[in-house]
């Protein structure tokens, strides 16, 4: 977490809503002792900091010491976590087996064996309805464990089912946990190094999935299976660059959840996470119409209970719709409409630091930046850039590069001639150490090297060469990475005929429609 304070109780309490924090004050003052009085006074006291300090938080505890404070503050973190476990465990439905479990586990220690098998066939049940095949080893295993000790007529028979359902639920959970692990690695090398570079890049990808993706992985029919196979190739297609092969995989990822409706609730955040990368891919290949309908069938779920109630969901959802409203604001050329949400975006960056990581603050600064270069305000885009420079994080190098050329176009957009060989020898040194450059970028370059001694008369017709050379390549993958993180070939158009950026890429928008 980028903003995650020194103090995890700290951090605990201020992500409390005020319904839950009337329910620990609920659930803590049933008990009377003292201890618990004292963590309520604590309870009040953090809740009131901002930001943590601990000097002023002893000052306003007077009756307690600094030893004391050290496990007073270990106490109410373990109390709020109960406090939640015990609200939220209607809400949740792992919550919910976990609950059935720790009660047949019980029962189990009593003696009460009809009783905890009982529970276990209602959790048994509950899982493999909602496809929670996971929990079901546990599960079994008590069940095993119970029969073991209690022989009856049918022990044999059972013995034999139970040993036939706890192989079939092992093999699922070993193909969902292979599948998910493929998922998380392929996500994992695009955060760590954005797209792939080159041939010789790709092809290591290539091979690492081949040899990772499990063998049966598409005749598999149970809903995590899909899943996490749809977001494998998802992320797989997005590296190399295939946003057609990305559109496909990402409409399945959402088509997922339509098909197995109650899914939205059991699996909210991979349903949210699924919208975000459709319409990542319909920001790729300029599918107007669609990103628009996605759009609001998104939004019009992020406002549903299941979301707003749930800070996770709530959060996750602001960054997606920000960064899909940037990204749609910034494909129709209209960035000063896009300005207009600006504001309410760095509120809610605000409202919700102690829950955003360095990532997802460092893309939405980006896309913030992108939109006050297109609109002219290249003063403001230099502020946003800025912030992704001084940040120190290694992640997503790809993103860092394509802000530094953002901020060497920005410069040169003001004029600043004293300055243009000083950045252009630095971006290209750094794009050069991260391996991030193509031909475009290399074409660019050569450009911003001499374009301060070209005359007004010369100008022209040399960027018109840059724009040739530009198009020329615009058929490689590898070689136009830059378009998609800035439409440099627009930016030269408006050049070119004497228009801005914004004007220029509106009315391809409007030529796109009339299709």
């Known amino acids: 977490m980028s903003n995650k304070p020194t103090d995890i109780l700290f951090q605990l309490i201020k992500s409390l809503e005020k319904s839950e924090k009337r329910h620990f004050k609920l659930y803590i003052k049933r008990s009377s002792g003292n201890e618990d009085l004292k963590i309520v006074k604590l309870f009040d006291a953090i809740d009131k900091l ?61 003696g009460l064996f009809y009783q905890s098998l009982r529970v276990i066939d209602k959790a048994k049940e509950t899982a493999k309805l909602n496809q929670k095949f996971f929990f079901l080893p546990q599960i079994l295993s008590l069940e095993k464990r119970i029969e073991s000790l209690n022989v009856t007529d049918t022990f044999v028979s059972r013995i034999e089912e139970l040993s036939e359902e706890a192989n079939e639920a092992n093999i699922k959970v ?38 990772n993706l499990p063998s049966g992985s598409f005749h598999q029919d149970g809903f995590f299976e899909r899943l996490y196979l749809y977001q494998s190739y998802t992320w797989y297609a997005f590296i190399r660059q295939d946003f057609k092969l990305y559109y496909r995989y990402t409409q399945k990822w959402v088509n997922l959840f339509y098909e197995k409706p109650t899914m939205q609730r059991v699996e909210t955040g991979n349903f949210i996470k699924a919208y975000h990368n459709l319409l990542n891919a319909h920001f790729d290949l300029r599918n107007y119409r669609k990103f628009e309908e996605d759009l609001a069938r998104f939004e019009a779920f992020s406002h549903t209970k299941r979301v707003q109630q749930n800070e996770n969901f709530r959060v996750q959802s602001f960054v997606y719709i920000a960064s899909a409203k940037f990204n749609y604001y910034s494909i129709t050329g209209q960035f000063k409409e896009g300005l207009k949400e600006v504001p309410d975006i760095e509120e809610k960056l605000s409202e919700y630091a102690l829950f955003l990581d360095k990532h997802r603050i460092m893309v939405l600064n980006y896309k913030m930046a992108i939109l006050y270069f297109g609109s002219g305000d290249f003063s403001t885009c230099i502020d946003y850039i800025q912030r992704i420079i001084n940040d120190s994080s290694e992640l997503r190098t790809d993103l860092q590069c394509y802000a530094r050329l953002v901020h060497l176009l920005a410069h040169y957009e003001l004029g600043n001639v004293d300055l243009m060989d000083y950045l252009t020898r630095s971006v290209y040194r750094y794009m050069s150490k991260m391996k991030n450059l193509t031909v475009i970028e290399q074409e660019m370059f050569r450009f911003f090297r001499n374009s301060f001694r070209f005359s007004r008369r010369q100008l022209t017709p040399e960027i018109e060469t840059l724009l040739s050379k530009i198009k020329h390549l615009e058929g490689n993958r590898f070689e136009t990475r830059a378009l998609a993180y800035l439409d440099i070939i627009s930016w030269l158009e408006s050049k070119v005929q004497g228009k801005t950026m914004s004007e220029v890429i509106y009315n391809k928008y409007l030529k796109s429609k009339r299709k």
Do not use: C, W
Request: hydrophobic share 40%.
């Open 50 to 110: 901002m930001p943590y300090d601990e000097r002023v938080l002893l000052k306003r505890l007077r009756d307690v010491t600094k030893p004391q404070l050290s496990n007073l503050k270990a106490h109410l973190y373990k109390e709020v976590l109960a406090s939640l476990r015990l609200l939220k465990s209607t809400d949740s439905l792992d919550l919910q087996l976990t609950e059935m479990f720790d009660f047949a586990h019980i029962l189990y220690k009593k």
């Open 174 to 211: 070993d193909m969902v946990s292979r599948l998910s692990n493929l998922s998380l690695q392929m996500y994992g090398f695009f955060i760590s190094n954005g797209h792939a570079r080159n041939e010789g890049e790709e092809e290591k990808v290539k091979k690492f999935f081949r040899q």
